[in-house]
Every structure is written in C-alpha cells, then in structure tokens.
C-alpha cells in the first residue's frame, strides 16, 4: 500500500514521515483486532491516526486555496489536482487506520458511518483532482462541502463514543474545497 503519493514538493518531509508512521509504511490495510480494544488504546491509535491526518492537511489545504480558485492570481490546474489528490490520499490514509481497530459494539455504527462517507468524499475528491479545468473543479465544491461536513459530524459522533471529545470544526465553504475538517484536530490554514 502507498501511504501518501501526493508530490513532494507540496508536501513536507516532516509531515510525509508521519503520515507513514501513522499508518505503516507498505503495510497493507491492518486487520482489526479480534475483540475491542481497551479504551484507552482506542483512544490513542484514534488520536494518532486522526493528529496525523490533520497534520498532512495543513499543506494540502494550502496548496488547494492557492492553486484550485480559478480566479486566483496563483490559479493553476496541475497544481490543484495534486492538492486534491493529496487530500484524498490522507483521507484514505485515515480510514485505512480506523478500518484497523475494533471498536466496541455501541462505537461500530459510528465508524461505519465516518467511513462511508468518508469513501463518497474520496470519490468526488478523485473526480476533482481529475477535472478537465478548475471551473470543473469549482462546480464540484458544494458536494465537497457536503460531505466535509457529514464527515465532521460523523468523526464528532464517533470521538463521544469512544470517549474523547468533540473537535472537528465544520468547513467553511469557499470557492474551493478548503481545510477539510479533520476527525482529530481543528486545522487552520491562515
């Protein structure tokens, strides 16, 4: 499995490195442990997972702010679909690594849920990065939006469960699908 195959050059080295470490580099998707996990070790490898996807957006939500906006002085379409493309790819990243731990029955529902909108997120996110044009792009973004903010209460609803607390912030539509709101920290990009 390849963990991150957005370039390099929009991407820190810092941030590569733990997003592999997160999710174990050329690993295939872990198995789920045979029977819940303790609490706290759920609430760990959650909060590893999701700290590591918040912190590979950061970049990728800067590069889809300069390059996506087709009225951007910095508007470029190559750029932008490398941004999208490294959006998606954390997404995936994520959900390779909540698809590995056994929650508790009351908390499997929830999971369930973040993953698969998650997996409609990732599939529009594809669609944008491999749009003809950055109107294309645009047009894409309320649905964008829309899932961004299922997955955000999704990964809210699945934190209460497992006992952390409620973090993810909502997205703020733009012209582009900015910061996604990440299932662990608020990422800001200003």
């Not at 760990?44 to 996807?53: F, H, L, M």
């Not at 390779?96 to 996110?125: H, K, M, S, V, Y």
């Not at 961004?148 to 539509?173: K, V």
Request: some cysteine; proline content about 12%.
């Amino acid at each position: 499995m390849s963990c991150f195959r957005a370039p390099a050059a929009l991407i820190p080295a810092p941030v590569i490195a733990s997003l592999l470490a997160a999710c174990g580099a050329g690993n295939p998707v872990p198995t789920p442990t045979p029977t819940p996990l303790p609490t706290a070790l759920l609430q760990q490898r959650y909060s590893a997972a999701a700290t590591a996807y918040d912190t590979g957006e950061v970049p990728v939500a800067v590069a889809e702010n300069q390059y996506c906006d087709p009225a951007a002085a910095t508007a470029d379409l190559t750029k932008c679909a490398s941004a999208l493309s490294g959006d998606r790819q954390a997404t995936v990243v994520f959900d390779d690594a909540i698809r590995g731990l056994r929650f508790p029955p009351e908390a499997r529902g929830a999971a369930n849920q973040l993953l698969n909108d998650d997996a409609r997120l990732e599939t529009l996110l594809e669609q944008a990065a491999t749009a003809p044009s950055l109107t294309a792009v645009t047009s894409l973004t309320p649905q964008i939006f829309e899932l961004l903010s299922a997955t955000a209460r999704d990964a809210d609803a699945l934190r209460a469960l497992i006992g952390l607390p409620s973090t993810s912030p909502m997205p703020t539509p733009s012209v582009i699908p900015a910061a996604r709101p990440g299932p662990g920290q608020p990422v800001n990009t200003t």
